[in-house]
């Protein structure tokens, strides 16, 4: 792929790399953030297999370059958890996101990294699996044990399908 060719795609796909940037950093890093993951795709160009799948390609060193800038900066698990900051009662947000946390800590990454694709970068399982190259019905079991699995924990501590359950009076 040459300069130009490159220069076209990343200009296709910005919107989607200026989205997943936001989800790790909407201050002043931003710009730098989206610098990063236009170097890492030119140097990483050549392990490109075919043009076509740029979009999902570049959406994923997004993702890791983001989770990378984030960890570095914050030391945050990733996007997901910012979600659940923002409760009404800061306590409660606290108390929420470290849920979520252990939950999250149960999967396997390739489940994390799917069910945060699927679920707060809004991709469609094809995209997922061109990502992880591998077939879409393979995407959709693993996203699907993943939610089972979150379902699980999180009915563990309290937690009901419309979100976290109320205590009873007397208990």
Known sequence: MDRAQFEQHIREHWSAIIGI???????ADLADLCQDVVV????????LREPEGF??????????VGR???RRREGRMGPLLESHATA??????????CTVEQALATLSQRERLTVEAH????WSLTDISVAF??????TKSRLSRARAKLRGELRGYGWTRLGRAEKEEGT
């Open 21 to 27: 940037a936001r989800r790790f950093d909407g201050g």
């Open 40 to 47: 890492v795709a030119w140097r990483r160009r050549e392990q």
């Open 55 to 64: 979009g999902p390609w570049v959406r994923q060193i997004a993702l890791n």
């Open 68 to 70: 990378s800038h984030s």
């Open 88 to 97: 009404p009662d800061p306590a409660q947000g606290v108390v929420d996101q």
């Open 119 to 122: 679920h707060v970068l809004g």
């Open 133 to 138: 190259e591998e077939p879409v019905g393979t």
